[in-house]
């Protein structure tokens, strides 16, 4: 109830809610304010059990479209001890023996939704890796190969294919034991396989050195005028004919721009942060070396300050 102002008491009055008919009702005259309103707050309670379950969910999860029945089916829950149980438990064994076409692709779905989680990835990902999972199942020919390296393999395609690039041993972080060499033939067997649905060759994207930057300077806890230098010279970097891969460029410019700042980083921190081998990062520091002054940035470091840098 709540002081409001009546229209035929010509004063403040108390109103009256009646929550069956949805009128906001005069408590004094009887005259009606508003009707049939709409009630926009949450409507917590439970059909499932009236017996004391207090889960309020009264749907199920959204609709699938790579799924045969859209995950729109009715599942029939296990018994809890109430009454009926022999009814549910008799009806939960008849539709567990009725074959389910998506089983396997509904646990290969609650996989990658787990490695996606973990690496911390965006919805967009998982579910283009379901999309190239649901493409690879439906040609019935990765029977037999290793299922943890084909999800994995997914996955890593689907990063590539939404510009959010992963390492393969980050991929491999989460494979549950499948290895670097195992993703890497799923992933060829992978593009392989679309090719030939497509009839076109398959597109990936490009990896630059510089999609890994601020994830590899997050790990470190860089400041931020040193991750805003590493990022400007791995651009730079790129102009140059340097034969190495992006992700050890990326790892040698973040070493070489913490020996510039004031808190220098040790190799091994490097490397365990980016994933790259000590021996790699010494052999692309080498490679750079001779370009330093143009590639790291004037406002960050001046010709002395390179000069102090051990050479390779």
């Known amino acids: 109830m709540a002081d409001v102002y009546c229209g035929d008491c010509k004063r403040s009055t108390v109103m009256v809610f009646d929550h069956a008919a949805g009128d906001t009702v005069c408590a004094d005259c009887g005259l009606v304010l508003e009707s049939h309103s709409i009630d926009e707050t949450s409507e917590w309670r439970t059909f499932a059990n009236e017996c004391g379950d207090n889960d309020p969910v009264r749907v199920g999860g959204p609709a699938n479209p790579l799924l045969t029945d859209g995950r729109l089916s ?17 009806l939960g064994r008849w539709q567990n023996r009725g074959s389910n076409p998506d089983r396997s692709l509904i646990l290969a779905f609650k996989t990658i939704a787990t490695m996606s989680d973990r690496l911390g990835l965006v919805a967009t990902i998982k579910d283009r890796a379901n999309e190239i999972f649901k493409k690879v199942e439906d040609q019935k020919s990765s029977r037999g190969r290793n299922q943890d390296a084909i999800l994995a393999a997914c996955l890593y395609i689907a990063c590539r294919q939404e510009d959010k690039p992963r390492t393969v041993k980050e991929i491999c972080s989460v494979a549950n034991g499948a290895t670097k060499k195992e993703i890497g033939r799923a992933k060829e067997y992978i593009i392989k396989q679309l090719e030939l649905e497509m009839g076109q060759s398959v597109e990936i994207g490009t990896i630059h050195a510089g999609d890994f930057m601020r994830r590899f300077c997050s790990n470190l806890g860089m400041a931020n005028q040193t991750v805003k230098a590493a990022q400007e010279a791995v651009r730079k970097a790129e102009e140059f004919d340097i034969r190495r891969s992006p992700i050890s460029i990326a790892a040698a410019v973040i070493y070489i721009v913490t020996q510039l700042s004031d808190e220098k980083k040790p190799l091994k921190d490097v490397s365990l942060a980016t994933g790259v081998a000590e021996g790699t990062i010494r052999n692309s520091y080498k490679d750079l070396y001779p370009h330093l002054s143009k590639i790291i940035p004037n406002w960050y470091a001046q010709e002395e300050d390179l000069k102090n840098l051990c050479s390779p």
């Not at 009715?74 to 008799?90: C, D, R, W, Y």
């Open 74 to 90: 009715t599942v029939i829950s296990k018994p809890n001890g109430t009454t009926g149980e022999f009814l549910t438990a008799s």
